[in-house]
């Protein structure tokens, strides 16, 4: 095959695999990233806005400076609106988010891409960090991020994998499993569990010798990222001290977690260029890793066969929510997170329940989708569509009339499809 052919190849693979999902990040481990991004830049077809970062960009408002001075030569307007927030108050985020979007929202009427490119090269402070994660939350519809990087940002890849937000791509293939190169080929010594209260095995003999719960939720929120930043670690779990006390407080809880796993005679966590990361040479199996895994398999399926497998793998993973008994910020954000991509196996094994012609099945896994988070129109509009469909209207109807009421009581409105699909009904 010819290196144009191959390249365009590599494009079309990009073009599908990320028509879905809001970030796209193109891994450290692609052969052919520079030529694909020649391409997307080159595509006449959506307009693309590009950045690359720098040593300079290493906070909000150093970012804010040189990201609104280049996109302003290829969009004047842009940078009013988020120039405005951050002139107002460096340290209000999401004023700064709110700034960022209507910048956004006003380059394009339609679909547009924001290129990251370089991001290796900016030395990205825990704000700036907190920043983009939260801008993956609000993009506008129509923008996708693409993100080049000799290295793993240390976004939650698999929180955004689990809610269809984000991607990695490999030149033309997809990322499936192993998202940071932890996961043990073979049998593992380290066996973790995190849809649970927080369970460790280590030779098949739980871990139990802790020293209280912050040590093994340390190594839980290691897990979570490719890296992480001692301040980071310090504002998730000692937000109320002082630094000082935070950074003593941290080093303690990291000699506790290193003794409760020194059987497994490596570091536990060690700390490379300023970030601390999970020690690559363990050999462990995390199950986050094979839900977020069998998720991925259950979207590329072509086959009922193959997608109940994956989604059946998914939910019998899902033993429990995340973290279950912890209620730490970080935790409940992420205890939800992967909340919806359990309901997302539940709701895709509903649709092929459907398809096979046994509603009463599908209508079973959609309630207890429901019973997981009862304010998912989307699953209230599958239940109601499905119930018209085995000829009981009454009960679609009444269905309706209950979301409404509870929705009512919680000061919620129903989506504009959801009335839609009513009024369908009721014709």
Not at 57 to 67: H, L, P, R, T
Not at 394 to 413: C, M, P, T, V
Request: proline fraction near 3%.
């Amino acid at each position: 095959m010819a290196f144009s052919e191959l390249i365009e190849s590599i494009y079309q693979a990009f073009q599908e695999r990320s028509d879905a999902a809001r970030v796209v990040l193109l891994h450290t481990r692609s052969r052919y990233r520079t030529a694909l991004l020649s391409r997307i830049l080159a595509n006449a077809d959506i307009r693309v806005f590009y950045y690359a970062l720098g040593s300079d960009d290493i906070d909000v408002q150093s970012f804010v400076a040189g990201f609104t001075h280049d996109l302003s030569d290829q969009f004047p307007q842009f940078g009013t609106h988020v120039n405005q927030a951050v002139s107002r108050d460096p340290r209000d985020l999401d004023a700064i988010i709110d700034g960022f979007v209507t910048d956004l929202q006003e380059m394009s009427d339609g679909s547009f891409i924001l290129l990251f490119d370089e991001f290796d090269r900016a030395e990205i402070g825990d704000d700036l960090e907190q920043l983009i994660e939260l801008l993956v939350d609000r993009l506008p519809a129509g923008c996708k991020l693409v993100i080049n990087s000799r290295s793993l940002p240390r976004l939650p890849w698999m929180a955004l994998i689990a809610q269809k937000k984000a991607i990695m791509l490999r030149d033309a293939d997809l990322i499936e499993s192993n998202f940071y190169d932890l996961q043990a080929s073979g049998k593992a010594r380290l066996s973790i569990n995190a849809f649970s209260p927080g369970s460790m095995e280590l030779d098949s003999q739980a871990v139990e010798a802790w020293e209280g719960h912050l040590p093994r939720l340390l190594f839980f929120f290691a897990l979570e990222r490719p890296v992480v930043t001692r301040s980071e670690i310090c504002a998730a779990f000692w937000p109320d001290l002082t630094t000082e006390q935070a950074v003593n407080v941290f080093h303690v809880t990291k000699r506790r977690l290193h003794k409760a796993l020194e059987g497994v005679s490596v570091d536990i966590l060690i700390h490379e260029d300023g970030f601390y990361r999970v020690n690559p040479l363990l050999s462990l199996h995390y199950d986050v890793v094979d839900f977020v895994s069998a998720l991925v398999e259950g979207r590329l399926a072509t086959t009922n066969k193959a997608q109940m497998k994956a989604w059946q793998k998914a939910i019998d993973l899902y033993q429990k929510p995340f973290l279950l008994g912890h209620n730490e910020p970080w935790i409940v954000r992420r205890r939800a997170e992967y909340q919806a991509g359990y309901l997302e196996a539940l709701a895709g094994m509903a649709r092929v329940r459907a398809a096979e012609g046994r509603p009463e099945s599908a209508l079973t896994l959609l309630l207890k989708a429901l019973g997981e988070d009862n304010k998912r129109q989307d699953l209230h509009r599958d239940i109601m569509q499905l119930y018209a469909d085995m000829g009981r209207r009454s009960e679609a109807i009444g269905h309706y009339q209950r979301l409404q009421e509870d929705l009512a009581k919680s000061n919620l409105k129903l989506e504009t499809e959801t009335t839609r699909l009513y009024k369908e009904l009721m014709s």
